[in-house]
């Protein structure tokens, strides 16, 4: 059974910085396809970034134009991580990990996804 907790969510000023981090239960980091979303309240659950297996990353053209956000993995500590910079108002909102067993086609629709984690909330 596959489990995901995430943490590291906590109030911030503006133009701070926050990790993230996602640990799963149930299979490894090196198995799944893992992204992070995000969703404030009264919108649509939003894709920020995915990474592959083998590591490969891609972000939503929402976020990748000003790279403020980076999503990585630590295989040996099985974690998913996401480091978010210059933070801002905008970017309040509960922020989900998600995994599947190979990326979806449609990574950027919360639809694709298997397996969700409970969410930490990231107020700026």
């Known amino acids: 059974h596959v489990q995901l907790v995430e943490s590291g969510g906590e109030s911030v000023q503006v133009g701070g910085s926050l990790r993230l981090s996602c640990v799963p239960s149930g299979v490894t980091v090196s198995r799944v396809c893992m992204a992070w979303f995000r969703q404030a309240p009264g919108q649509e659950r939003e894709g920020i970034a995915t990474?592959?297996?083998?590591?490969?990353?891609?972000?939503a053209d929402s976020v990748k134009a000003r790279a403020r956000f980076t999503i990585s993995k630590d295989n040996v500590k099985n974690t998913l991580y996401l480091l978010m910079n210059n933070l801002e108002p905008e970017d309040t909102a509960m922020y989900y990990c998600?995994?599947?067993?190979?990326?979806?086609?449609?990574?950027?629709?919360?639809?694709?996804?298997?397996?969700w984690g409970q969410g930490t909330q990231v107020t700026v």
């Open positions: 998600a995994a599947r067993f190979g990326c979806p086609v449609l990574p950027w629709s919360q639809f694709g996804w298997s397996y």
């Open positions: 990474i592959e297996k083998i590591g490969t990353t891609t972000y």
